[in-house]
């Protein structure tokens, strides 16, 4: 049985430097990270934080340059791994209009200048605006100013201005402009939400409620290629006025949760002059039909008395104001936000983290290969969001097909095969993982979590809808084997599960039988095998990622050196490594090699298609490598856009060489300097992270 409707899910429990609770806060997600920042509570946070969804751990990164001063209510927008922050609050009545960004790859903020606009002033210091991003370019809509004279003064105007902002690529903004608008437009507000939807048909703005003296419950629509408004005509039930509430967009559908609504009428007389509560109702907006659809009730759990913090959740987050809410995958997120009531002087807000979700996973990536044995393939994948396990299938690749490859695991001569492993130090390096370098696919990842299902003869909950006793087939009609249902991100794979005997084609959610009485098939060695993962989740089975293919050792020669470590001093880089874990023997030798520069060089070429010149061969198990190699040496961006050194290492023993472990040394903005991330505060988060090759 899977999901039909999105399902609530809170996050039991988290780790590392927990965010004290708020409201006014922002956050935008990169890739598995969520990167919050401002908002407060007891005054205004100036702190960033950054929650990874897969390791369910808060950290704070060590921040540098014009660090902005904490601010609620203001906008924050992500392109790619670069944040901007515009306006909001720094003390009470005191407004912003200031423009940050933040490099997040190396956590460096800048505070921006761009151009005022040629038709008129640049935006006034304002709150509770949207700010959005559509390609290149932003925009700011409404908000609250203060426009008393005395500094002290605090006399607030509704806004209904609109100010496009230019970016420019990679770094900095270049302009504001006044877009000329046709057709009206919303009346001035504040506390609304805006989304982009870039779906069938041109670019477009969305922006839902707000306030302006009441609530409102307006939906307006901007056309971003004629730059004409209309409120679209909407079918199903339209939600309450609101403000304070969240938007966002997975897929077709914009997603309102939260927020001030009307007091019901129920509760009019007892209400005290109330007239405005906090709701946790959900509701979507399909921007294809423009359909309304009520995902839960709009008073469920409205602030009509304060919650205790043991008070029951009921499979739904508490109502709440303020919060932010930020889609990861094909999951919604919500933290913290106002509950609507006061403690002294301060307002009192939610601490709990949930997750909604949606759908079914998206693709996964290719498996990769983190080392591999006589009868062991070390595979490991990257995290999938809206995924809470990972299906894994092997398929055997008929070794005629590969007796070429298979021929070069007796070399011996000076030149290596480069049948490689991976191996991933700390945060200045990253090591490659394939079993033949023409068929290098990915760097491997790791993870912490090593707890599985299936390939122990269990899988509890993990629900998907497959075939049940019979060997999955590809178009080409090979067959798919199971290996397990895993919780975590690797696997050590040393059999798969044969299909059973019976015949039936029961589609069910895996179960703790599922593997208890088939039989097992041991990996042979020397051979290929192909392998797929796919994720699941309440919904079901998402779809299979590309294949990756690797191969057994064969028997007697030296596995591949482990341990690797650089370092850099002056112009000089300093290799290190440890001995194979399996040496078949006495080590006679190792090689070093680097990649070198082509005459012509491809943009686009894999490590499998690098030039290599050996630059170390000896008994000794490290080398230095001097700026007379490193002027030579190839600046591989094959990988997500990360430059990086590659190098390989491979052992010998008396049957030849072994598997080479490859290592990309990740730079900086100059070559020979490696990334300034950390690989605890970083944002490539080097437990999971995943380059691609190939």
């Known amino acids: 049985m899977t999901a039909e409707e999105p399902q609530w899910r809170k996050v039991p429990s988290v780790t590392g430097v927990i965010p004290r609770s708020r409201h006014g806060h922002r956050a935008v997600a990169i890739r598995e990270l969520i990167v919050v920042f401002g908002g407060g509570n007891e005054g205004i946070a100036e702190d960033l934080h950054v929650y990874n969804t897969v390791s369910k751990q808060w950290f704070l990164p060590a921040v540098r340059g014009d660090i902005p001063p904490g601010c609620a209510a203001h906008g924050l927008v992500c392109e790619g791994t670069r944040i901007l922050v515009f306006g909001g609050m720094v003390e009470y009545g005191k407004y912003s209009n200031n423009l940050y960004e933040l490099q997040a790859s190396r956590w460096l903020w800048k505070k921006l200048k761009p151009r005022a606009p040629k038709n008129g002033l640049p935006p006034c210091p304002r709150i509770g605006h949207s700010f959005t991003l559509v390609g290149s370019r932003c925009y700011v809509f409404g908000g609250l100013a203060n426009v008393s004279e005395d500094p002290n003064g605090n006399v607030p105007r509704y806004m209904d201005d609109m100010y496009e902002l230019e970016l420019q690529s990679v770094s900095g903004a270049r302009s504001w402009s006044i877009p000329e608008t046709k057709g009206g437009g919303p009346s001035a507000r504040e506390s609304h939400s805006a989304v982009a939807y870039t779906g069938p048909g041109s670019p477009k703005l969305f922006f839902f409620g707000g306030m ?14 004629t730059m004409v408004w209309s409120t679209p005509e909407t079918r199903g039930s339209v939600p309450l006025p609101r403000s304070l509430h969240s938007a966002n967009v997975i897929g077709h559908k914009m997603f309102v949760f939260g927020g001030w609504i009307p007091v019901p009428e129920s509760e009019k007389r007892n209400a005290a002059g109330i007239k405005w509560i906090c709701t946790n109702s959900l509701c979507a907006l399909d921007l294809d039909t423009m359909s309304w659809q009520n995902l839960g009730p709009e008073y469920d759990d409205v602030g009509s008395r304060p919650q205790s913090r043991d ?15 930020v889609a990861v995958g094909s999951r919604l997120y919500v933290w913290s936000g106002r509950d609507g009531y006061h403690k002294n002087l301060y307002q009192v807000c939610r601490k709990d983290l949930w997750y909604l979700e949606t759908d079914r996973p998206g693709p996964a990536d290719a498996v990769t290969l983190v080392k591999y044995t006589v009868g062991t393939l070390h595979v490991a994948w990257r995290p999938l969001s809206g995924a809470d396990r990972y299906i894994l299938q092997i398929q055997p690749v008929c070794p005629q097909a590969k007796q070429d490859s298979m021929s070069t695991d007796t070399e011996t001569k000076d030149s290596h095969p480069f049948d490689l492993v991976s191996e991933r130090n700390n945060g200045e390096q990253e090591n490659a993982s394939a079993q033949d370098g023409s068929k290098l696919r990915n760097d491997q990842t790791n993870s912490s979590d090593s707890s599985q299902e299936g390939g122990q003869g269990s899988s509890r909950s993990a629900h998907r809808q497959r075939a049940e006793n019979t060997a999955d087939q590809d178009p080409e009609g090979a067959a798919w084997f199971d290996v397990g249902v895993f919780r975590s991100l690797f696997s050590e794979v040393q059999h798969y599960y044969l299909p059973s005997v019976t015949k039936e084609r029961q589609r069910k959610a895996p179960g703790p039988d ?3 009485d088939r039989e097992k098939k041991e990996l042979d060695p020397g051979r290929s095998y192909r392998f797929r993962v796919a994720g699941v989740n309440c919904f079901g089975q998402g779809d299979f990622g590309q294949v990756g293919e690797f191969k057994t050792c064969q028997p007697g020669f030296p596995g591949a050196p482990s341990a690797v470590k650089i370092t850099k001093a002056h112009d000089l880089v300093h290799i290190t490594w440890e001995a ?5 023997g006495r080590i006679s030798e190792y090689s070093m090699y680097m990649a070198v ?14 030039a290599f010149i050996r630059i170390y061969r000896g008994v000794k198990m490290f080398c230095t490598v001097g700026s007379n190699h490193l002027v030579n040496a190839h600046l591989d961006r094959s990988a997500s856009n990360r430059p990086a050194l590659v190098f390989r290492i491979a052992a ?3 049957q030849g060489y072994g598997p080479a472990t490859q290592i990309r040394w990740i730079q900086g903005r100059r070559r020979t300097r490696p990334s300034s991330i950390s690989s605890k505060s970083g944002i490539r988060a080097s437990s999971f992270r995943i380059q691609r090759h190939g």
Not at 311 to 324: E, I, N, Q, T, V
Not at 597 to 610: A, H
């Open 311 to 325: 008070d029951h959740d009921a499979g739904r987050p508490k109502a709440r104001a303020g919060h932010c809410a």
């Open 514 to 516: 599922d593997y208890r």
């Open 652 to 654: 010998k023993n008396e």
């Open 212 to 225: 302006q003296g009441s609530r409102l419950d307006d939906l307006w629509q901007l056309d971003l290629s």
């Open 580 to 584: 194979p874990t399996s040496p078949s």
């Open 597 to 610: 520069k082509k005459s012509r060089s491809s943009g686009s070429e894999g490590p499998g298609q690098l």
